[in-house]
């Protein structure tokens, strides 16, 4: 059996491009004890994946040249020689870019469709709404009646951290790139106030006004001149959770800006950067509220969902130019 796969071509200097991947045609390796054969149904591309395409040491390791990428992949069980998983089970592993492959039953987990959709196990009952959970709850404490700001509001982990802040009777305000996606935030998410950046001229200015008490909490998945402003409004004991940094992920140079540590000093304000990784022993309880909060309707999700296996490169590089509002999905 032969199937399609991405692989990583070269390295990007900057913004990486089209050029940077190439499709193949490889054979399916046989199956063994053990193992399943997959059909992969829905791809993750997420922002971290930029880190990884290059050769710099992180939390992940880089992807291999030539190799195919590889993410969260929901896929379906053709033929099994497990004694876990059966054929047509549907399933949730870090798995390659193929359209066909073979994988342990160690690297996988059954998922239940009954609950949510399968691709939602991507986001908002994954590792996206995880981030957001773990984030806000385990680093940013939040308390009833304080101010919660995010960056990338509109993105798949955004979307999430402003709803369970909502559920803690927080205000929320939430910082996006386009008319379309302040409005959404507003009437289907249950955001407070929102700020396109695109199109203030002053972020600090626009967030002290919609902040008169100042900024208690801030989820940062962008970084940039964005966190500058919030910051230069934060309150004293207020908590950062440092998710990402998207806005830097392309930059050639070492980005300069403002000496934040006298602020934080001064105001006694705690900022810590986290991967989901840190709280994997948690994660039950992580997934238990998320699953309660879907169910009872408390957390709504959107997907932008591209179709199509060699749309991948497409989607991924889709993500660093604003074009997903909530999870970044790829069907095959």
């Known amino acids: 059996m032969k199937a399609k796969q991405i692989v990583l071509a070269s390295r990007p200097k900057g913004s990486p491009t089209l050029n940077n991947f190439r499709s193949e045609t490889v054979d399916v390796a046989e199956l063994k004890n053990g193992e399943v054969l997959l059909e992969g149904m829905y791809y993750s591309v997420d922002p971290y994946m930029r880190g990884r395409m290059n050769d710099a040491k992180s939390y992940s390791p880089p ?171 934060i309150n004293f004991n207020a908590r950062i959770a440092l998710c990402g940094q998207i806005a830097l992920y392309n930059s050639t140079d070492t980005p300069m800006g403002p000496r934040l540590q006298p602020m934080l000093l001064t105001r006694s304000v705690l900022m810590q950067g986290f991967i989901i990784g840190n709280f994997k022993n948690e994660f039950p309880e992580g997934i238990k509220h998320l699953a309660q909060w879907v169910k009872d309707g408390k957390i709504k999700f959107t997907e932008t969902i591209e179709n199509g296996f060699d749309n991948l490169p497409k989607a991924l590089l889709g993500l660093f130019k604003g074009e997903n509002t909530g999870k970044m999905i790829v069907k095959a």
Do not use: H
């Open 63 to 233: 992807f291999d040249l030539d190799q195919p990428i590889n993410g969260g992949v929901i896929a379906k069980v053709l033929e099994s020689k497990s004694d876990i998983l059966k054929a047509g089970d549907i399933v949730l592993g870090m798995l390659p870019w193929k359209e066909t492959c073979t994988a342990s039953e160690k690297d996988l987990k059954k998922i239940d469709t009954s609950i949510a959709p399968a691709s939602y196990y991507l986001g908002v009952l994954g590792m996206t709404g995880l981030t957001a959970y773990f984030g806000l709850m385990n680093i940013c404490k939040p308390k009833k009646g304080e101010t919660v700001v995010i960056s990338g509001a509109a993105g798949a982990v955004g979307v999430v951290v402003g709803q369970i802040a909502k559920i803690q009777g927080c205000r929320v305000i939430g910082i996006a790139g386009s008319d379309e996606k302040t409005k959404l935030l507003k009437t289907e998410f249950g955001f407070d106030e929102t700020i396109n950046y695109k199109t203030t001229k002053d972020m600090s200015k626009a967030i002290g006004m919609l902040c008169p008490n100042g900024v208690d909490i801030y989820f940062d998945n962008v970084g940039g001149e964005i966190s500058d402003a919030v910051i230069a409004n």
